[in-house]
Antibody, heavy 122, light 112 residues
Framework: QVQLVESGGGLVKPGGSQRLSCAASGFNFSDYYMSWIRQAPGKGLEWLAYISGNGHTIYYADSVKGRFTISRDNAKASLFLQMHSLRVEDTALYYC???????????????WGQGTMVTVSS | DVVLTQSPLSLPVTLGQPASISCRSSQSLVYIDGKTYLTWFHQRPGQSPRRLIYEVSTRDSGVPDRFSGSGSGTDFTLKISRVEAEDLGLYYCMQGSHWPPNFGQGTRLEIK
């Protein structure tokens, strides 16, 4: 079945780095744009970044621009989020989600992973 | 940036009764193509969000018909005709018409 499985979360010190992965299955991964979305503990949802199916179009939220990098490997049906210069306020559950097309988001986030928790603390 | 304001933030309901959640946008969500990209999600406790409705009123496959979306311009509503226990949790609206995409703050549907 269609599935997204995130991994790579953990405890990291402020200023540190972490790389998240999202393994896709059950659909033709390269046909879809993909996004990263996060949810801080007890808070709402925040879109972070998306990447086109061929990897050529990438956009970031201002809150992570210059610190986070989204990428993908279509041969391995995998999505990545490389995070640098992590801050305490980056502590959140990080989800990958599928979308059909880019902006405007007309058919977005129909499939979500279960999330991977990143805790930034000294 | 567009601001989405949901109300109420907490909605106590009696099972079997209707429920209604409002999502108001600080700008019209009508895109230049004439369509409106307003989406609703449901998040049960401890689970990932699930998309319910997109483009204001189109239900996703498998979503019960007791859920309906309506609205236009800046005012949108998610209605549940008869609340069931599985409907409890958080509801979020999201706009994709303006950059950047963003979510409302969420409405918690709970048992009265």
């Amino acid at each position: 079945q269609v599935q997204l499985v995130e991994s790579g979360g953990g405890l990291v010190k402020p200023g540190g780095s972490q790389r998240l992965s999202c393994a896709a299955s059950g659909f033709n991964f390269s046909d879809y744009y993909m996004s990263w979305i996060r949810q801080a503990p007890g808070k709402g949802l925040e879109w972070l970044a998306y990447i086109s199916g061929n990897g050529h179009t990438i956009y970031y939220a201002d809150s992570v621009k210059g610190r986070f990098t989204i990428s993908r490997d279509n041969a391995k049906a995998s999505l990545f989020l490389q995070m640098h210069s992590l801050r305490v306020e980056d502590t959140a559950l990080y989800y990958c989600a599928r979308q059909y097309g880019g902006y405007p988001l007309n058919d977005a986030f129909d499939i979500w992973g279960q999330g991977t928790m990143v805790t930034v603390s000294s | 940036d567009v601001v989405l304001t949901q109300s109420p933030l907490s909605l106590p309901v009696t099972l079997g009764q209707p429920a209604s959640i409002s999502c108001r946008s600080s700008q019209s969500l009508v895109y230049i193509d004439g369509k409106t990209y307003l989406t609703w999600f449901h998040q049960r406790p401890g689970q990932s969000p699930r998309r319910l409705i997109y483009e204001v009123s189109t239900r996703d496959s498998g979503v019960p018909d007791r859920f309906s979306g309506s609205g236009s311009g800046t005012d949108f509503t998610l209605k549940i005709s008869r609340v069931e226990a599985e409907d409890l949790g958080l509801y979020y609206c999201m706009q994709g018409s303006h950059w950047p995409p963003n979510f409302g703050q969420g409405t918690r549907l709970e048992i009265k």
